[in-house]
């Protein structure tokens, strides 16, 4: 019986770090995704550069972090 009971902590422990894992390398991806859109910029259907205003205030919302 206790086997079981360590077994089921076990599991659910394991379950709970990759949970964490995943959830940990979503944000850091999300973060990264768009930290390298902002430093690419805007490109128009021509493949010409868009000049809206400079890209740490259009769309970094301040400026690049370096990785």
Request: aromatic share 2%; proline share 1%; charged share 20%.
């Amino acid at each position: 019986m206790r086997q079981h009971i360590l077994n089921g902590w076990l599991v659910t422990a394991l379950i709970a770090l990759v949970c964490l894992l995943g959830i940990t390398a979503y944000t850091e991806v999300r973060k990264d995704l768009s930290r390298v859109a902002c430093s690419r910029g805007l490109k128009a259907a021509d493949r010409r550069p868009v000049q809206l205003e400079s890209c740490s205030t259009t769309c970094c919302g301040g400026t690049i972090r370096s990785a």
